[in-house]
């Protein structure tokens, strides 16, 4: 079992930062690959970065929008997980949510680095307002 907790929204003006965490517990094996995603009002949820924790290497699903903006990060005790997101834009509006993907062997640091990793366990996501 893996469970999530994320914080760190709230609102902000553009050109703003917020740093979102993500507490990570359960079986490390099952949390290898975490991931941001986020779901603005009447869009679908989108993946913003994943990384895999053991080694910190990090993908960003989409890097024109969030390049040299947002990082993603992870402690070296593998039990947190951040994003930290800078010269926010009004755009940049959603809830925010992490994840994590089931497995930790080769074939799952492979997907989880270049973003064909399936994530299976979710937080209750936390609010990122901006407004502009």
């Known amino acids: 079992q893996v469970q999530l907790v994320e914080s760190g929204g709230g609102s902000v003006q553009a050109g703003g930062s917020l740093r979102l965490s993500c507490a990570v517990s359960g079986n490390k094996y099952l949390r290898r690959c975490m991931g941001w995603f986020r779901q603005a009002p009447g869009k679908e949820r989108e993946a913003v970065a994943t990384i895999y924790t053991s080694d910190g290497y990090a993908y960003y699903a989409d890097p024109d929008s969030v390049k040299d903006r947002f990082i993603i990060s992870g402690n070296n005790a593998e039990d947190t997980v951040f994003l930290q997101m800078n010269s926010l834009k009004a755009e940049d509006t959603a809830m925010y949510y992490c994840?994590?993907?089931?497995?930790?062997?080769?074939?799952?640091?492979?997907?989880?680095?270049?973003?064909?990793?399936?994530?299976?366990?979710w937080g209750q996501g936390t609010q990122v307002t901006v407004s502009s």
């Open positions: 994840a994590a993907a089931h497995g930790g062997d080769a074939r799952m640091a492979l997907r989880c680095r270049t973003g064909k990793a399936e994530f299976h366990t």
